[in-house]
């Protein structure tokens, strides 16, 4: 079973820094990330991962300026190459954006840190979502849906093109014959697309895994698409047994098309955690994170996706009928949960937000509780492992590796000792041979 | 007297790749960078130093594989991220260019580099000037130098806006008050400009230097006023103490216009060095170095500067009169001085391309000639510091390191520790006051 963490500084609940277990200033500190790569590869873990926006709001800051998420972040690729020479094992994932940068510049950043690390790189790759972001890149707006997914594609498939740029043994290095390397096994690229134009031969050489891994997490059919044809992990993020099994069978039959195996990718499905010792502890943190919203960020997030503003209501008194929209845009599910709660359950608005989680709900639970989730999960055809989040880090990472593992090791679902050097081998993902090089069981391209 | 150092692996020689004494893997070797780093940090260095072309050659690589220099190399900033960890006190620079990058992009990638090395990062501005790099960036060809350096000027104003875009003490992390920021010290950037659109704040809070150290290298015109306007350190590249010395006033006297002192920027001169115990060490020295150049290479090297194909002519005869151009459109004293040597003292071109240096001559000499020049020329106001290159590394560095700065401490020119923690500290460079930020002696803007 795999295992990834997602490291967001203080932890997944919005309120999570304002618990006096966290470190409040966790998302710049890169101590505290360095102790927690730490912690997670104690803990065996395949991979560490940074997720990213590369923005922060300007508006909406009377919330914003209490639920501080990516306002105040280190940049991803920065921070996996400090955290390189602190760790050994365990992968370093990162996010970068398709909307917003140069191939040649992600290609050679993320070939980079694939050889600072020996072979542990690995990029997520996303179209971002954010208008906002949008305009720190000379754009008013993301462009529509599509058009970011076809962009990514010919983004991805290019940077894959620059990192084969050399064939594994280009680099001779050979003195006597005062050779550094074999020109005939240079392979420049020359793309003409609709989005990028490059010519040229990347200026690093093969990196230790081949190529550094790709993620992507998209749910749509075009970011289905695009992980069926490119990925090599997926990150899922349906909330039941059921979905998340459909969403396994689903991408790993769409592979074939493209000529790929199903297990040339991995499916890690996404699961919020908040480990104790007993259901009544677990119960308790719980209870104690929802009181430490305040209330400006517990309107804003339920109107968010109420998809209302509901800045201007008392907090003890339930949302009047004529302020709640007639339907939603955006969250069905989570808007309809909010509406149910207004009006069946009639909750104040402090009620309200107390009670509400958004999106997934987080599994609170014992050590054995959670074992047993994954493991439903993992032997029911729902992924090949997880990447987890806690509500509360490191504490939460903490607990998992004291706890869980031991527990997922004794069922005999974790390694006991990292056997492989690079992220791939400890993944199960083969290394991709160079599209130059006709090898035995690889067709040349 | 401040001290940089340009670290190009295995050496600025162009056969030191060839040279027993090195490892020809270095350019990609974290190790290998790791070690020369501290051994720069022992040697008390400000500044440690990583040149950047994005672009590998293409062509001519019947030379290009014997003379490899750029064509393999770790990205600068994944490199000095991964250095920031092993280091404690020396600067980290490297050059980013602005033909090829997003403003946003770049300003949170130092701004980060200088959270995790505690304040010691440095960017160095340059336009580039490779059409084989234009080219893996969708261009055909660079644009014109003063367009160029316009939209440098452009794009360097920008990121330090987005530096500014939080005051100092805007990350206030209050629990008591729930207040991870105060919103009142956020400025977001409105910048519609001729190259650029940015509306948006950095998500990174404001680094342990206010900005981070802004270096240039421009010798042109354009160059030297954008250096005048927003560079805090210049390496400068003449080869006279005379020229120096001209190059230093002219430099310093373009400061006033933009309401700068003297002092806030600090030109280090360039000098190439090769140290050796006796003055004949370094004779033989140089010379094993030119005979490891191999004949594609010598060809090469001279007919580039010839502006000439030279690659089909007999190594042990002349160059026929009628191969050598008219004139140079390029280097006109590389050109002459090849010239030269072909027509009066008659070279064959095996001669001739073992007694050329390309540029700047190498000072080369015995620790105390080395101490001298430095001496001469930082004393003479040539300079407030030196760019150092070594023919031969880490070994020509650790020459340095062991027996010149000990004579530069001797004569009360160098630092016998690090007293500061930040770049700026050790170079004497003042933290700028945020834009936003009505100080004392300093004006809001
Ligand atoms: C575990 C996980 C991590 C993600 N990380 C990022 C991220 O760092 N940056 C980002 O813009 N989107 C991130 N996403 C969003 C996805 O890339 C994707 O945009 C989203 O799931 C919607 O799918 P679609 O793009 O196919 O519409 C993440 C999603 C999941 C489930
Ligand atoms: C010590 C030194 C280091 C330099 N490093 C780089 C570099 O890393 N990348 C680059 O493209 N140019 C580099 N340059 C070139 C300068 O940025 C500049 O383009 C050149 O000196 C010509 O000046 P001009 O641009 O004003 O015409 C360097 C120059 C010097 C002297």
């Not at 069926?228 to 099994?245: C, K, M, P």
């Not at 509500?391 to 056997?419: I, N």
């Amino acid at each position: 079973m795999a295992l990834a963490v997602l490291v967001g500084a203080t932890g997944s609940h919005i309120a999570s820094w304002l618990h006096p277990e966290t470190q409040a200033d966790a998302s710049t500190s890169i101590e505290w990330h360095r102790e927690t790569a730490a912690l997670a590869e104690r803990g065996l873990f395949d991979l560490f991962f940074i997720a990213d926006t590369p923005a922060a709001r300007t508006s909406n800051l009377a919330g914003f300026s209490r639920m501080p998420l990516y306002m105040n972040v280190l940049e991803p690729l920065t921070l996996l190459s400090a955290l390189a020479g602190s760790t050994r094992h365990i992968g370093l994932g990162g996010t970068a954006s398709t909307s917003f940068s140069e191939p040649y510049n992600i290609a050679r950043q993320f070939a980079s840190l694939d050889h600072i690390s020996h072979g542990r790189a690995a990029w997520n790759v996303v179209t971002s979502a954010n208008d906002f972001a949008a305009r720190n890149f000379g754009l008013e707006r993301l462009p529509p849906h599509g058009e970011r997914y076809a962009r990514a594609r010919e983004f991805v498939r290019l940077v894959q093109a620059l990192w084969d740029t050399w064939e594994d043994d280009a680099f001779v290095r050979d003195r006597e014959a005062g050779l550094f390397f074999d020109p005939a096994k240079q392979h420049p690229v020359h793309h003409e697309g609709k989005h990028f134009r490059v010519h040229g031969a990347l200026n690093i050489e093969r990196t230790p895994q081949g190529q550094p891994v790709i993620i992507q997490a998209g749910a749509s059919e075009a970011g289905r698409e695009l992980a069926a044809e490119t990925a090599e992990v997926v990150f899922s993020s349906e909330s039941t047994l059921e979905g998340s099994r459909a969403f396994y069978r689903d991408l790993k039959e769409r592979m074939a098309k493209y000529g790929r195996q199903p297990d040339d990718l991995k499916v890690l499905a996404g699961m919020p955690l908040l480990v104790a010792d007993s259901a009544q502890e677990a119960e308790d943190l719980h209870r104690t994170l929802q009181h430490l919203i305040h209330p400006d960020v517990g309107r804003m997030y339920l109107g968010m996706d109420l998809e209302t503003d509901l800045s201007d209501l008392p907090l003890d008194e339930p949302i009047p009928e004529e302020r709640i929209p007639k339907d939603a845009n955006h969250h069905k599910a989570f808007f309809d949960h909010i509406v149910h709660l207004a009006r069946v359950e009639k909750l104040t608005l402090r009620q309200l937000y107390l009670r509400y989680e958004r999106g997934r709900q987080t599994l609170r639970g014992t050590p054995m509780q959670v074992a047993d989730r994954l493991e439903e999960w993992f032997s029911g055809g729902a992924c090949d492992g997880f990447m987890l989040t806690f509500s509360l880090m490191p504490g939460g990472l903490a607990s998992f590796v004291g706890k869980v593992v031991p527990e997922l090791q004794r069922r005999g679902l974790m390694r006991s000792r990292y056997e492989g050097r690079t992220l791939r081998a400890h993944l199960g993902l083969r290394r991709p041979p160079n599209r130059h090089v006709a090898a035995q069981g690889a067709a040349a391209d």
